[in-house]
């Protein structure tokens, strides 16, 4: 059984990931996929189906989902994947484990890389603004962490500029305020925010100022981008659905998975917009490089 909160690119791409790993097994699988469209009564019923059909085992695609499948399913095990923070989201006691039938992956990426990444691609930043929603525990969970490597990073001298935002219909407005005192708008890993990220994007390009991001729904927008391998993620679960599934190892006893790398992106048309030039260093250190349009 796979649940998703919401139709997610991240968890859709970790969806393919984990049909790749399944199929490069070698042995028969069936997956039932059920999409909770934001739902918490929904996503209840899909893990209530999956218990009577039932299924071996669990997948859940994102935080929300890994939240109520841990919370809902009796006595099948869930794994989770592209979870940012599952111990501050209340999805797991500890890294080290569960303690119950829940393990899992996350897409978690040091911060401090995070920092450096932008850093190195923006070198003038100094103030760093970040939109965010209010209930969203992923965004919240990156910018917590974020606000304490900077912390610990003083020398840097960047500062976080926070701007919270409950209305879809406040954003622009919000973008604007951020973007007068910041030199770069950082969209984290938030649903509400990047699913308007075309309007944001815009008020950015007005302001001449580069978007730095964490989510991979704003890849096209942003000047850089330091994204999990969300694909790699889904063929990761793959390997804990084997340790449990073929060689019976309990679910508790298995460390969340952390990744090792990340995917640093260079956009040099976003760049070419706000009208700033990417250093050769941070050229010279992308996994990927989006050029310029030609202009006519």
């Known amino acids: 059984g796979v649940l998703f909160w919401h139709d997610s690119p991240n968890d859709q791409i970790a969806l393919a990931g984990l049909r790749e790993g399944l199929t490069a097994t070698g042995r028969p699988f069936e997956l039932v996929v059920r999409d909770a469209d934001s739902d918490p009564a929904r996503a209840a019923g899909h893990i209530a189906e999956f218990c009577a059909r039932p299924v071996g085992a669990i997948v859940a695609l994102g935080t929300e989902a890994a939240r109520i499948a841990a919370a809902e399913t009796r006595g099948i095990p869930v794994v989770f994947t592209a979870v940012t923070d599952p111990v501050n989201s209340g999805i797991v006691p500890s890294w080290k484990g569960s303690g119950s039938l829940v393990a899992g992956n996350s897409n978690h990426i040091d911060p401090n890389r995070v920092i450096n990444d932008f850093k190195r691609a923006v070198p003038a930043l100094r103030a760093l603004g970040v939109l965010s929603s209010p209930d969203n525990r992923v965004s919240r969970a990156e910018i917590e962490g974020m606000e304490a490597a900077l912390r610990e990073r003083a020398s840097l001298g960047i500062r976080l500029v926070r701007r919270s935002v409950a209305a879809p219909g406040d954003l622009v407005a919000a973008a604007e305020a951020l973007l007068a005192e910041s030199d770069a708008l950082w969209i984290p890993i938030d649903y509400a925010v990047y699913s308007h990220i ?9 302001h001449r100022k580069p978007i730095v991001t964490t989510s991979q729904k704003v890849e096209l927008h ?14 990761q679960a793959v390997e804990i659905l084997d340790r449990i599934l073929r060689r019976g190892v309990e679910p508790g006893r298995i460390p969340v998975g952390v990744m090792q790398g990340r995917l640093l992106v260079i ?8 009208g700033v030039a990417v250093p050769i260093p941070a050229l010279a250190a992308a996994d990927r490089i989006v050029p310029e349009r030609p202009r006519s």
């Open 222 to 235: 942003a000047t850089v981008a330091v994204l999990p391998d969300y694909h790699v993620l889904g063929m």
């Open 198 to 206: 075309d309007a944001v994007a815009e008020v950015a390009r007005r």
């Open 267 to 274: 956009n040099l048309e976003a760049a070419r917009q706000c």
